[in-house]
């Protein structure tokens, strides 16, 4: 017996110590980015380095939000991380309601498409996509960028899809057809008000994927007000120095939005997460 509360005893101390050490080597670095944006530049280099220095200051905040070239960076992420969202999460509700409910003809080399296209890294994918955005004349283009991310974001969202829909019983659609409705009253009137879980998990991940991608951002936009705030950053980088607490201060506001969005419906998100691996 007490032997038992002893191990039991160590097993916590065990767990904890391992969240502790997770948790500063997930959080330091994200400590120190914050820190250093209300550092010099001179500063963020100083021996020995300290979380907080005399240099305090929010100049590099005040020269990022200061440059209309910076702000039309933030106005070019939201669009496009918005346009993404709306139009992904709408096809994958049609789409995953269509593999949930019926029986069609290649729906099985659909499925295996679609988790075909989750599996390749998009690296592989660049040179082909951009010689297919040059010739349909879409080129430094926000249709460009989004069109780009919906081909890897849609293949995850129908899987979550599909798998939330799996979990919603069909007595719902028998239901609502007895009462007359068809499949699109049964999908938008009573799937999707109860499928909110999954929907904003999906929404959230896309979101997330749109506002931090930078390898096509990069590739598929020559001028600065086609940029991104990932390819914002990476200008900061000139060819003779580096405005590393600009870098820093725009990296912690290109941050806020995914984490506000997280914090506000990550309820719905674990929720939507967990539901829709259940059942595929």
Same mark, same amino acid.
Request: charged letters at 10%; glycine letters at 8%.
């Given at each position: 017996?007490?032997?038992?509360?002893?191990?039991?005893?160590?097993?916590?101390?065990?767990?904890?110590?391992?969240?502790?050490?997770?948790?500063?080597?997930?959080?330091?670095?994200?400590?120190?980015?914050?820190?250093?944006?209300?550092?010099?530049?001179?500063?963020?280099?100083?021996?020995?380095?300290?979380?907080?220095?005399?240099?305090? &200051?929010?100049?590099?905040?005040?020269?990022?939000?200061?440059?209309?070239?910076?702000?039309?960076?933030?106005?070019?992420?939201?669009?496009?991380?918005?346009?993404?969202?709306?139009?992904?999460?709408?096809?994958?509700?049609?789409? =995953?309601?269509?593999? &949930?409910?019926?029986?069609?003809?290649?729906?099985?080399?659909?499925?295996? *498409?679609?988790? =075909?296209?989750?599996?390749?890294?998009?690296?592989?994918?660049?040179?082909?996509?951009? =010689?297919?955005?040059?010739?349909?004349?879409?080129?430094?283009?926000?249709?460009?960028?989004?069109?780009?991310?919906?081909?890897?974001?849609?293949?995850?969202?129908?899987?979550?899809?599909?798998?939330?829909?799996?979990?919603?019983?069909?007595?719902?659609? !028998?239901? *609502?057809?007895?009462?007359?409705?068809?499949?699109?009253?049964?999908?938008?009137?009573?799937?999707?008000?109860?499928?909110?879980?999954?929907?904003?998990?999906?929404?959230?991940?896309?979101?997330?994927?749109?506002?931090? !991608?930078?390898?096509?951002?990069?590739?598929?936009?020559?001028?600065?007000?086609?940029?991104?705030?990932?390819?914002?950053?990476?200008?900061?980088?000139?060819?003779?120095?580096? !405005?590393?607490?600009?870098?820093?201060?725009? &990296?912690?506001?290109?941050?806020?939005?995914?984490?506000?969005?997280?914090?506000?419906?990550?309820?719905?998100?674990?929720?939507?997460?967990?539901?829709?691996?259940?059942?595929?």
């Amino acid at each position: 017996m007490v032997g038992g509360r002893a191990q039991l005893r160590g097993a916590k101390l065990l767990t904890w110590v391992a969240l502790i050490a997770g948790a500063c080597f997930a959080g330091l670095p994200a400590l120190w980015m914050v820190a250093s944006a209300f550092k010099s530049n001179l500063a963020i280099f100083a021996y020995p380095p300290a979380l907080i220095d005399h240099s305090f &200051s929010f100049n590099a905040y005040l020269a990022v939000l200061g440059d209309a070239r910076q702000l039309r960076f933030f106005f070019n992420s939201y669009l496009v991380a918005l346009l993404v969202t709306i139009c992904t999460v709408v096809a994958s509700i049609l789409a =995953g309601y269509s593999f &949930s409910r019926y029986d069609f003809r290649f729906k099985r080399f659909l499925t295996l *498409v679609i988790i =075909g296209v989750q599996s390749v890294p998009p690296i592989t994918l660049m040179i082909p996509y951009f =010689g297919l955005i040059v010739w349909l004349g879409l080129y430094n283009s926000y249709a460009a960028l989004v069109l780009t991310y919906m081909v890897f974001t849609l293949s995850y969202a129908i899987i979550m899809m599909t798998g939330y829909f799996n979990t919603l019983p069909r007595d719902l659609d !028998e239901a *609502v057809m007895i009462d007359g409705g068809g499949s699109f009253v049964t999908l938008w009137r009573i799937l999707v008000p109860i499928s909110l879980p999954g929907i904003v998990s999906v929404g959230v991940y896309t979101f997330m994927l749109a506002w931090n !991608e930078f390898l096509f951002a990069l590739t598929l936009t020559r001028t600065n007000d086609m940029r991104t705030v990932p390819i914002g950053i990476h200008l900061l980088m000139g060819q003779h120095s580096f !405005e590393w607490n600009q870098m820093m201060a725009l &990296s912690v506001l290109g941050s806020l939005p995914v984490l506000i969005l997280f914090l506000l419906f990550q309820r719905y998100f674990i929720a939507g997460m967990s539901a829709g691996s259940i059942k595929g």
